[in-house]
């Protein structure tokens, strides 16, 4: 995510023109909470909803708050005064736990609430209609996968290493973190975890180049939970004299932002966790319950198909997970991996 906070506190974002007025009024309006779209994967997450919202004939109404969960409490606090009728909520919340009143407060509204991005807290199942989005864990598992491959091919001794995770106070990496060291527990060992101020590169950077010497001839390896971290990472590596792929392996496991660091093969490799897939998978969830009027039990992984996204005849679970799938580090690889319809440089470069 980016955090540079010139542009307005909250913004409010209106979709749904492809539909026609008089469809988009028969279905109403779906208001969803988000952080700050000047982080480029948000960005593209809105895109996605509100594609999925002006097929299915809704109004979307974005409504973002500035990297702060106060400030999101209070827009909330304001949607719901208002008195407008919705069809139901989309609720991304930046601090997942310190949002929980904020998400009782919409359930309690009557309105479906479909949670978006971070996985839902333990114990609050009662307050939202369904989940629908990324996997972190899954993404987490991932990453631990990718590295361990480029391990045992590379011929990098891999043994020390360290995480470079999410901001403080977001889950979701809380649940990467948890994801990549239980699947590399007994494998690697994690000398250290240290939390970035941001999502992208600036933030990546400040925070690489201070472990890196500071472990100086111990980091065979770094985890950095997305591709813009995991560049930024690579590049402090350098400075420090370690040639990224060959004296230290880097993975982000996330496609964020520029894919050059993957395709160079400078980050071990990737996968697709696609913004745009994510909000358009939101919105259609909410519309599937709309629709049909039930949720079932448990949860699905929606199919990773290269040419087309689920259909909304599907039945909506009370947890429905992104696809994940894994990429190579070539340009090639890059090439050949699709997702739902939209190429791997279409899903995790912008």
């Not at 109403?28 to 895109?47: H, L």
């Not at 020390?160 to 106070?169: N, Q």
């Not at 970035?196 to 010497?213: N, S």
């Not at 448990?298 to 040419?307: H, R, S, W």
């Amino acid at each position: 995510m980016n955090y540079k906070m010139s542009l307005p506190i909250a913004a409010v974002l209106l979709a749904g023109l492809c539909a026609s007025p008089a469809l988009a009024e028969d279905k109403g309006v779906i208001v969803a909470f988000v952080p700050s779209s000047t982080n480029p994967y948000i960005g593209q997450w809105a895109k996605g909803a509100q594609a999925k919202a002006g097929e299915l004939g809704y109004t979307l109404k974005v409504i973002e708050n500035n990297f702060n969960q106060a400030e999101q409490d209070s827009q909330v606090q304001q949607q719901l005064a208002s008195g407008e009728k919705v069809a139901g909520y989309v609720w991304w919340p930046f601090e997942n736990a310190a949002g929980v009143g904020s998400l009782r407060a919409l359930s309690q509204s009557g309105a479906p609430v479909i949670v978006s991005n971070q996985y839902p807290i333990k114990g609050t199942e009662a307050y939202w209609t369904a989940y629908a989005g990324a996997n972190d864990f899954l993404s987490g598992k991932t990453a631990a996968e990718i590295l361990l491959d480029a391990c045992a091919k590379s011929g990098v001794k891999c043994d020390k290493g360290a995480i470079i995770r999410f901001p403080a106070g977001v889950s979701a990496g809380d649940d990467r973190a948890t994801g990549f060291q239980d699947a590399v527990k007994g494998k690697l060992d994690v000398l250290t975890v240290v939390p970035t101020a941001g999502f992208l590169e600036d933030e990546g950077y400040k925070v690489a180049a201070q472990i890196i010497p500071a472990n100086k001839g111990q980091l065979t390896w770094l985890y950095t939970e997305n591709d813009s971290l995991a560049g930024a990472a690579a590049q402090a590596a350098r400075e420090n004299g370690l040639v990224p792929g060959k004296d230290i392996l880097i993975v982000g496991g996330t496609c964020h932002g520029d894919s050059k660091h993957v395709k160079n093969g400078e980050i071990a490799g990737t996968a697709i966790q696609s913004g745009y897939w994510e909000g358009w998978m939101a919105v259609q969830a909410l519309g599937k319950f709309n629709t049909q009027g039930k949720v079932q039990d448990g949860e699905t992984y929606l199919a990773d198909n290269p040419d087309a996204p689920p259909a909304d005849s599907d039945p909506v679970f009370k947890y429905n997970f992104l696809p994940n799938p894994a990429v190579g580090n070539s340009q090639a690889a890059y090439d050949a991996a699709k997702m739902w319809g939209k190429s791997a440089d279409e899903l995790c470069n912008f």
